[in-house]
């Protein structure tokens, strides 16, 4: 399999150039030159034998089938529920897929758990070491962290605005003791974490000591790494075929995107439907084919406050011909301008899909109190997002599957406002709060950061 840019101005590369890279050299997003027919039986295998037969034809130049196996067995084994994404039946023919069974209680586990073995692998295989560097508002950091603890050839430093992240999600980063994780509390706030990510990555000499590489969700390894739920949830809501409709609270359009990736591989898909908080640029592009950036509003769903969702671009390019110099101006006006209008062709095409619904933190809160007065169940606030945007748009033929992506526990404040029932943390993490903590603050300054990271992860 090829990776392609899509702006179309760097050469084709290989699995481990996407895995590792990270960006194209153009600026672009990889994705693979084909959509492979997803060939499975899933309502007779394991959650795991089915991520081989989906991942196997995206790796299969650089991977034995034998070690993605065991690289996939591997990546799942500390996940809590044998089913690995269980899907459970809630009112109202919807039906919940958990994506928050693995260590941090986030979807991003499902991805990042065998990404961080893919680089580990890699990295052995050249015989070098490199540094994950990542800027969290939350979510991103713990579970990157967990990806990477006590692997042999990655370090991981994870930059986190001080202050202004949750004290469990901060707890679940700075409670991590191993000598290969590097916590910093950056006297800031999210936008100059990133920044200061930017700035290293864009010095060229510090990149090039430190090996420095990226797990953000623009990777296509993760986005891979993601098919493999649409694929068994399908299968467990409609054994015998027959198209399903997915609910899914989107922010970076990486969640979405691999459900898309599913669809093209045969899974009979009705409809997306695409939840969004007040932070509504993908609902709002749905519903007028105008892509509008705005302000980033603080909500209950902090995970999806976002401006840009950058992985919508893999899907315009496909939508748009392949062409890449198209793509790359849609992507110069939305910097430049603020926005882009899509041709009413391809707008069509959007359409035909995916439908948005935003819901607002009051809608939200009100989903969670519902959804546990109806069923006993606690859901965190993104999941609600979804559940409401899927009871809002109007049914089609098959069942309909939520998914879940973050463990109730992961947001009790809002959890408890709803419903008065405060979630409890599971048995790994029960004592979360009672654990020592270790991070290092550091002054929003690309020098100090520079000189941090040559002292601490310095090769
Ligand atoms: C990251 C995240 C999302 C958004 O996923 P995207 O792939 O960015 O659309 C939703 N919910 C939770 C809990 C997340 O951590």
Redesign the pocket.
């Known amino acids: 399999m090829r990776y392609l840019s899509t702006r179309g101005g760097s050469p084709p590369a290989g699995f481990a150039t996407a895995l590792l890279g990270g960006l194209a050299p153009d600026g672009g997003l990889y994705v693979p030159e084909e959509w492979p027919e997803i060939d499975v039986h899933p309502s007779v295998e394991r959650y795991q034998d089915v991520a081989v037969e989906v991942i196997a034809p995206y790796v299969a130049d650089d991977i034995a089938r034998d070690e993605l196996s065991s690289l996939v067995e591997d990546a799942y084994a500390r996940f809590d529920d044998p089913a690995v994404v269980p899907v459970r039946a809630l009112s109202d023919g919807l039906h919940v897929a958990e994506l ?1 069974r693995g260590p941090t209680l ?3 586990d499902i991805a990042l758990q065998l990404v961080g073995r893919l680089i580990d692998r890699e990295l052995t295989r050249r015989d070098e070491t490199a540094t994950v560097l990542v800027a969290t508002s ?3 950091g713990s ?1 990157a962290i967990e990806a990477c603890r006590g692997r042999d050839r990655v370090s991981i430093v994870v930059l986190h605005p001080r202050g202004r992240v949750s004290e469990i999600q901060r707890r679940q980063m700075t409670t991590v003791v191993e000598p290969n994780v590097h916590n910093v509390a950056i006297d800031g706030n999210f936008d100059d974490c990133q920044d200061l990510v930017k700035a290293a990555f864009a010095d060229t000499d510090l990149r090039r000591e430190l090996g420095l590489i990226a797990m953000n ?1 623009i990777n296509w390894a993760r986005v891979m790494a ?1 098919v493999v739920y649409y694929v068994t949830s399908a299968a467990a809501v409609a054994p015998d075929g027959g198209p399903v409709s997915f609910s ?11 459900g898309w990736v599913a669809a093209r591989g045969g899974v009979d898909v009705e409809r997306f439907v695409v939840g969004s908080n007040r932070n509504d640029i993908l609902t709002r592009w749905i519903d007028s084919g105008v892509m509008e950036a705005r302000g980033v509003e603080p909500t209950l ?1 902090p ?2 406050d ?1 401006q840009i ?1 950058s ?1 919508v671009e893999r899907y315009l390019w496909e939508i748009g011909g392949r062409r890449g110099s198209v793509v790359a101006e849609q992507m110069a006006d939305l910097r430049a301008r603020g926005s882009f209008r899509m041709p009413p062709e391809q707008h069509e095409q959007v359409r035909a899909i995916f439908a948005g619904a935003c819901v607002d933190d009051e809608q939200t809160l009100a989903e969670i109190a519902r959804v546990h007065a109806e069923s006993g169940m606690l859901i ?1 606030p ?2 609600a997002v979804a559940v409401a945007a899927a009871r809002r748009i109007e049914r089609g033929e098959g069942p309909r599957v939520v998914l879940a ?2 463990h109730p526990a ?1 947001f009790p404040d809002a959890v408890e406002q709803a419903t008065g029932v405060r979630p409890e943390l599971p048995a790994h993490l029960a004592d979360l709060l009672d654990r020592p903590e270790a991070s290092t603050p550091l002054a929003s300054d690309p020098d100090v950061l520079a000189d941090f990271l040559r002292t601490t992860v310095g090769r």
Do not use: E, R, W, Y
Not at 248 to 258: I, Q
């Open positions: 928050f986030a979807f991003k939350g979510d991103t579970a969700s993601q899914v609270p989107t922010g970076n359009f990486g969640n979405v995107l691999a769903s995970s999806m976002i969702s992985n965190d993104h999941t992506t973050a992961k």
